[in-house]
């Protein structure tokens, strides 16, 4: 079993639509949750942290679930430009130097 | 400022070869990270360096994978006798002691080809 699972898509959703990824991680240890977001043949860059209690940021949302080790990320007012692979990460520590592990991304494409 | 830079960005090399890979890490990061990124495949932890500490190299794959990190600064990631299945792209990231989430800065990659 994977470290940090997520489903690959593609998701393909118009303009303007909401879509929501799911992530579960096996190590119930794991301390800090992050989502990184791709662009086809560039770096994974940060896009948010994931709290426990939630966090928004303009139109992302990131939610945890620590008892059921999942983690999720909802997109509204889906725009062009959120076109790119979306990953799951968690790592052991938190704030000091860590190993991240990573999902292999979900692809979100988004559409006229 | 400036990021995280790799060198080469492309690398073609014969089954066998050693390669040498390089990372300049953001300056005053302490910690750096070497990742690799395989078609269809997530990305996979290698190694990291934090400070003068011992660096972790649990993710090295074999012991054909070593690297080094001089003067708390640049990298060089080095695959002797290469396979093809090292073919990947190998990132580099660092991140600040300073940050209170470990966010971790990503280079371009370099793109290794055994052929």
């Known amino acids: 079993r994977k470290e940090v699972e997520q489903d690959p898509g593609p998701f393909n959703v118009p303009e303007g639509a909401t879509v929501a990824f799911n992530c579960t991680y096996s190590n119930s240890a794991s301390q800090s949750f992050f989502w990184y977001r791709q662009d086809c043949r560039k770096e994974p860059k940060l896009l948010m942290s994931?709290?426990?209690s939630g966090n928004e940021d303009g139109r992302f949302t990131a939610q945890l679930n620590r008892a059921s080790q999942y983690i999720s990320l909802l997109i509204r007012d889906s725009k062009l430009s959120d076109s790119a692979t979306y990953l799951c990460v968690v790592t052991g520590n938190t704030g000091t130097a860590s190993k991240l592990t990573f999902g292999t991304g979900t692809r979100l494409q988004v559409t006229l | 400022g400036a990021g995280v830079s790799q060198s080469p960005s492309n690398k073609v090399t014969e089954k066998g070869k050693d390669v040498e890979l390089r990372c300049d890490p953001i300056s005053g990061h302490t910690a750096l990270y070497w990742y690799r990124q395989s078609l269809g495949q997530g990305l996979e932890f290698l190694i990291y360096?934090?400070?003068?500490?011992?660096?972790?190299k649990s993710g090295l794959p074999s012991d054909r994978f070593s690297a080094e990190r001089t003067g708390g600064s640049v990298s060089t990631l080095t695959i002797q006798r290469t396979q093809q299945e090292d073919s990947a792209v190998y990132l580099c990231a660092s991140s600040s002691a300073f940050s209170s989430y470990n966010e971790q800065f990503f280079g371009p990659g370099t793109r290794l080809t055994v052929l």
């Open positions: 360096f934090q400070g003068n500490s011992a660096p972790d």
């Open positions: 994931v709290y426990s």
